[in-house]
């Protein structure tokens, strides 16, 4: 379907793709990963067509229908409805159906009847070809689409230049989705995306028949919609088989590999050398430095694959002690207006240590929230109790939208807490991976991880033990976002968030709150737990997919058993097979750590076993590797299938 043969591509002094050869076969499920700014998304443009190449091309399937969401919208001020927008999706169907009222405009100012029957006969070719592309459901897909993307059913009809830029590319992702192309380019479409958001995209994608290819800093959508990940890195790109979780074990096993061959390799080369220079000036051994200089020329070059950017570190300081009580709101409610109220008769206890997740349908009052505990926002009814020597640390959505682009890292958090000695600033920055020169970087050259990470360093260099986060995660990549996760899983104070990133909200909190204004709903554990109760909970609040397919009385009721039945049954074949993979992993990286081990013992000389000891064993592990892999593939595949089946079963 899509060729790039030799492909060079250069942004000035900068080497974004260099000799690059990818192929992209129909029903291919790619992710594409590496570093910001490394070209990710300069594949697809070169696919589309909107940039070339400086070397090398590209060759697209003729034919082939691409669908295209692009991070920067080009028609923000058109006022064309909502929902009339997103149906025209596909220009061939808009012609094709222009056709269709000019014909039957046509029929009805013509006598001659050759001519009629003519216009009949194209028409009706006309009406089952527009049938066939679904044409007829257009609207009806749009309408679906808008309403999974969180789009309430009055706003359909409003102008898509009344909505916010968020906003805005949810409706450009619809538009993209029920376009329904051969290839599906989606450039971080979970940005704008609540978590319920989220979760309808993945379902929608899982069911996608075409060729995906996925950009995103999203580990659960790579990791449950991909299959190879293409890694974008320093000019290079490489594929490796498996969602996002296998190609990071991949690349590590491969860079082993690499590493060990370029040893011995190089332990060889220099064997060569002193060959060459100990006998160079000896007639007598002038045939065999020749043939030693000829090796040399042949030896292929091993080349180590550049560090894709690590995860860096996030330190927490240690926060100050403070009471059980954290913070309680009593009868609380905020209002913007003064009459429409986003929350109220909030009643909320929070204890030291909690570590909370925020989570609902975008509008619905999470930042709200957050700004009222923080004490941001006044309460318009209640009270607001903070417990004793509780310190709030409160990050907003736009914290690099507070820091002067002119400002370095050190006058940053220097602006934060003039008081703090200089040298307590700098050992703070450096924890934070600000050492060096990096101190004196300006704000307007910082990426995105470093941005977060000086955030951060602002916002500890007076600790706090309840910390409060809107969407830290927004604009990360992979690696500060697991960063982040560290920090926040070794934190001892107090947290309260919002993320979107499903894995995100999963590994870090140990409880949720489900928004359902006028008020709010608590759940003790995760957030896997919160779903498998809320599915089980009558009064649990329905996203727009469940709203509208609503069963009432005792039918409901029927249903709600029935999804707990398939919750329990499957929940514990579900935990058995999570215990063969971990085993099987395990096993795995036990044996394949005696594998180097023996290796290394026998390229040393037999120091802890003999060679015929080191020889048997070696025999027996690959085939132990197997017996453990093929263990973990039948799991995983298993695992996968039975996820697949709970699913579906419960959308039902």
């Not at 056709?99 to 070719?125: M, S």
């Not at 011995?264 to 006998?279: C, G, L, P, S, T």
């Not at 986060?469 to 104070?493: F, I, K, M, N, Q």
Request: hydrophobic share 40%; with cysteine.
């Amino acid at each position: 379907m899509i060729e790039f043969q030799n492909v060079s591509k250069h942004y000035g002094q900068q080497d974004v793709l260099i000799d690059v050869d990818l192929r992209i076969l129909a029903g291919d499920r790619i992710g594409v990963v590496g570093p910001n700014g490394a070209g990710k998304t300069t594949i697809f443009a070169l696919i589309t067509g909107e940039a070339v190449t400086d070397k090398g091309e590209v060759l697209v399937q003729s034919g082939t229908r691409v669908g295209y969401l692009r991070q920067v919208l080009n028609n923000k001020e058109l006022e064309t409805p909502l929902a009339e927008y997103v149906a025209d999706a596909v220009p061939e169907l808009r012609a094709t159906e222009d056709r269709l009222h000019q014909i039957e405009h046509e029929l009805q100012d013509q006598p001659d009847r050759a001519d009629r029957d003519k216009l009949l006969r194209e028409l009706g070719r006309l009406q089952t070809r527009f049938e066939h592309e679904g044409g007829y459901t257009l609207r009806t897909r749009a309408e679906s689409a808008l309403g999974g993307l969180g789009f309430a059913a009055d706003a359909l009809e409003q102008p898509l230049n009344s909505f916010s830029g968020g906003w805005q590319m949810r409706a450009e992702l619809a538009r993209v989705l029920i376009a329904d192309p051969d290839l599906l380019l989606l450039d971080e479409p979970s940005n704008y995306l609540d978590l319920p958001a989220v979760e309808w995209l993945q379902r929608y994608l899982r069911a996608f028949q075409g060729t995906l290819a996925l950009i995103s800093h999203d580990r659960y959508l790579l990791n449950t919609l991909t299959s190879d990940t293409l890694e974008i890195n320093a000019g290079r790109c490489t594929r490796y088989p498996g969602a996002y979780d296998e190609y990071m074990a991949a690349r590590v096993v491969r860079h082993e590999q690499l590493l060990a061959q370029k040893k011995n390799q190089d332990q060889k080369r220099k064997q060569v050398e002193r060959f060459i220079e100990r006998f160079r000036a000896k007639n007598t051994k002038a045939s065999q430095v020749q043939s030693r200089i000829k090796m040399l020329e042949k030896m292929d070059t091993i080349e180590l694959p550049d560090e894709i950017m690590t995860r860096g570190r996030i330190r927490l300081a240690h926060p100050p002690h403070c009471g059980t009580e954290v913070l309680r709101l009593e009868k609380a409610g905020a209002t913007y207006d003064g009459s429409h109220w986003v929350l109220r008769n909030v009643d909320l206890f929070i204890q030291r240590g909690e570590k909370t997740a925020l989570v609902g349908l975008n509008g619905l009052g999470k930042t709200t929230l957050l700004r009222m505990l923080a004490g941001a926002l006044p309460l318009n009814e209640g009270r607001r109790v903070v417990g004793h020597r509780v310190v709030p640390g409160y990050q907003t959505q736009d914290f690099a939208e507070t820091m002067q682009p002119g400002d370095t890292a050190f006058q940053v958090v220097r602006r934060a807490a003039p008081d703090v000695h200089e040298q307590q600033i700098r050992t703070l920055l450096g924890g934070f991976g600000f050492s060096g020169e990096a101190i004196e970087k300006t704000v307007s050259v910082l990426s995105g991880g470093e941005k977060i990470r000086l955030a951060f360093a602002r916002l500890l260099v007076k600790p706090p033990n309840f910390l409060i986060l809107d969407e830290p995660t927004t604009h990360l990549d992979v690696h500060a976002r697991e960063a982040l996760e560290d920090a926040l899983l070794s934190y001892e104070g107090t947290l309260y968030f919002v993320s979107h990133d499903v894995e995100f909200v999963r590994r870090v909190a140990t409880g949720i709150i489900a928004m359902e204004p006028p008020g709010i709903r608590r759940y003790p554990g995760g957030y896997d737990y919160y779903k498998e109760k809320a599915l089980e909970d009558s009064d649990a609040p329905a996203t727009t997919e469940q709203s509208n397919n609503v069963v009432a009385g005792p039918a409901r009721k029927e249903q709600k058993r029935e999804r707990v039945r398939i919750i329990q049954e499957t929940g514990a074949r579900k935990r058995k097979l999570e215990k063969v993979i971990r085993n099987a992993e395990e096993r795995i990286a036990r044996l394949e750590a005696e594998q180097r081990e023996l290796v290394e013992d026998m390229e040393a000389g037999g120091r802890q076993l003999t060679f015929a000891e080191i020889n048997q064993r070696l025999t027996y592990i690959p085939a132990q590797i197997d017996d453990a892999t093929r263990a973990w593939e039948s799991a995983a595949m298993e695992l996968e299938e039975l996820m697949a089946f709970r699913a579906d079963a419960l959308e039902r």
